[in-house]
């Protein structure tokens, strides 16, 4: 048995994992989701919202040893907690997700893809402190194998804060003490699946996994996706 803390991504909450917890449980773990400061639930304003403020909200979640799973952009906040405290984090599990390179935030380093498909769905808010995503355009940049909850998640999604995205995540050896794994999501048309297996390319060959899903494993296919964490959590 393990437990796991389930980390949603860019204008997402922890909504998003209503069909993967049950199907952890099922499976004999303990799961729980967390909104991140500024999304679902949360009250903070979009514009007090840092990267290490994600973090810390991270850190604060696990009080044992856990398997942190971040989606898309949890990518980069799962990655700073692990380097502000490992203590109770037994294992990284990014899933479609950025795995943060030197130097760069999350926006500079999408731009090193070789395909921007999100690019034409960006809409920024005017007082340039959030962003969202054109929502004509959401079933086919994320939910394109998962229609069913189309309606479901446009009621939920919120506006994301911008300041993390532009903050490059600062690591060293805390990070570098904590397993990791990727799992790519071979139809992500958010996330050029190419640029997953670039940037999983860093962990050993064991330690990387895919699924023939969106960007949006948690609703396409939830049970795959748990028996797959489960996976992950006996190695």
């Known amino acids: 048995m393990a437990n796991f803390l389930l980390v949603h991504g860019s204008c997402h909450g922890a909504w998003c994992w209503r069909d993967v917890i049950p199907a952890l449980k099922a499976l ?4 729980k ?12 304003p979009a514009g007090d919202v840092t990267l290490d403020l994600y973090a810390n ?14 989606h898309s ?11 502000l405290d490992p203590s109770n984090i037994a294992r990284l599990v990014y899933l479609c997700a950025y795995v943060p390179w030197p130097g760069l935030g999350l926006a500079d380093q999408r731009r090193k893809a070789p395909r921007q498909p999100l690019a ?19 079933e086919d940049k994320f939910y394109h194998d998962c229609a069913e909850a189309l309606d479901f998640a446009l009621a939920h999604l919120c506006p994301q804060p911008i300041l993390p995205q532009e903050t490059p995540a600062e690591l060293g ?15 992500d048309r958010a996330i050029p699946p190419e640029f997953q297996h670039e940037m999983a390319s860093a962990l050993p060959v064991a330690d990387q996994h895919s699924l023939p899903s969106s960007h949006s494993p948690f ?11 489960s996976t992950i959590a006996q190695t």
């Open 33 to 44: 989701a967390i909104d991140l400061p500024s999304h679902g639930n949360d009250p903070t």
């Open 73 to 83: 952009m949890a990518g980069f906040p799962i990655s700073r907690a692990a380097e």
């Open 219 to 229: 609703f396409s296919m939830p049970d795959r996706l748990a028996a797959l964490l």
């Open 28 to 31: 004999g773990h303990e799961a």
């Open 57 to 70: 909200a991270i850190t604060a979640a696990v009080d044992t040893p856990t398997i942190v799973v971040g």
């Open 120 to 138: 034409e769905a960006f809409r920024v808010a005017p007082d340039r402190i959030t962003m969202g995503f054109d929502p004509t355009m959401a």
């Open 173 to 187: 050896a805390n990070y570098a003490s904590v397993s990791r794994s990727y799992i790519t999501c071979e139809d």
